[in-house]
């Protein structure tokens, strides 16, 4: 199972993220979480302790690791380097492992226009492919918004994109983009699900708005999010309601794959 | 005056910087809006209809304008191109005006990692460092999280950065990745603003956690903004609240600043 979740900054992808893949791993599943969104914090939502997620160190900091699989320098420009590292062997040796789940910190993968091929981009674009392509556990990605750094084979490679929406135009606007570059990849599971709602109304309006696109489940907006946030502590561990949510949301969407997981 | 603001995504920051243009446009001065977080979506902010915001191109997407300034074809890579692209004329040109408000659409500006210096980023860069460093116009850039792809002499420019942080651990986490690269940057002045306050002690989690930045003005959590942005309308329309809360934020930077605007 392959799972990218994408949609608008502060909606909740972290959030859902983090208890989808406490999920899989207390199914007995191994679980690969990638925090492929500079912007989320991906270890502090698992439950790791900041002392802790403070030593991670994001795979695109990684100096020496990118020049050895890239033959760049990062920070280099021009001249020539390897655009297909290999990375194969790379997720047993890094990441932060927590029981069932291991969590790789990409930093920032993103790129900074269609074209840009730095080392660093390129090491972190082959690494996530492979995760995608080749790794048989679970694989869950936290995205930023944009996924139009998927290649057209590695998107197809994920069974489902989840793009998370919260009641108002501008989320809405940011699942639109993501349909449209879905679309482009050839993808066509994209899963929309409704976070933060405060009622049926909400899901209705989000329903209306999305363009004929289904929500297949929703997350009541929950004060105990919030405080788990300021605990630093993971949601999963402080609002039962939220995490039955999720489990719901989980079970439709294999339902929906039609994957016996 | 020249106001960059920064936060996690979600926590507020196009929602204070659509109210801050409102805010002196009312007061007669000129102001451009800079939409530099691809995430965010300012034009909904500030009240521009969805039909007009869609015609607007991001800055980062006109590739011819991006050639003929930069000399690379974009998505080109190696090969030499102008450093220092001449840009004090685009401004001009470029962009949507309304009324005394012109709105910059930056696009990806975002540097995929520190030393990436495709022919885009360097537009933009320059770009932004020429509205920050000689314009003389209020400039408010709506900002992505980082702010490291500002140099030294570009951020000493800048009269102040605004964080934005909302009651949680991770919007915190974002707000000191923002204070240390301020300071490496040279920039002692960085507001804290924060927002969805609940309470005095939400303020005073805030404030407890920052690691002793001074919190200089606080948003209460409002459905009216939630309600604005369910139908793409300007916040600054919505809740005269929280205007109010902005206009007094203002007045404070102002005074700490110590400019007479």
Do not use: W
Request: proline residues 3%; aromatic residues 4%.
């Amino acid at each position: 199972m392959k799972i990218a979740i994408t949609g608008k900054g502060g909606v909740g992808k972290t959030t859902l993220a983090s208890i989808l893949a406490h999920l899989y791993a207390e199914e007995g599943k191994n679980v690969i979480a990638v925090d492929a969104d500079p912007d989320a914090n991906l270890a502090s939502a698992l439950g790791i302790p900041q002392d802790e997620a403070e030593k991670i160190k994001p795979i695109a900091e990684m100096a020496d690791l990118i020049e050895e699989r890239t033959g760049a320098k990062p920070g280099s420009m021009g001249g020539t380097f390897r655009l297909n590292p290999k990375v194969d062997d790379l997720p047993e040796g890094i990441g932060y492992r927590m029981n069932r789940i291991l969590l790789l910190t990409m930093g920032k993968v993103k790129a900074a226009a269609s074209g840009c091929y730095c080392p660093e981009n390129v090491l972190l674009r082959s690494l996530l492919k492979h995760l995608i392509v080749k790794r048989s556990e679970v694989v869950i990605v936290d995205m930023e918004a944009g996924i139009e750094h998927l290649t057209r084979g590695t998107a197809e490679s994920v069974d489902g994109f989840i793009v998370v929406v919260e009641p108002g135009q501008r989320s809405i606007q940011t699942a639109r983009t993501v349909f449209a570059m879905a679309h482009t990849l050839g993808v066509n599971k994209v899963f929309v699900v409704a976070n933060k709602v405060r009622g049926d109304s909400d899901v209705a309006f989000i329903e209306h708005h999305i363009g004929g696109q289904h929500v297949i489940g929703s997350i009541a907006f929950s004060n105990a999010i919030m405080e788990a946030d300021m605990k630093g502590s993971a949601p999963s561990n402080y609002s039962r309601e939220t995490v039955n949510e999720v489990r719901e949301i989980k079970k439709k969407i294999e339902m929906s794959l039609n994957t016996v997981q």
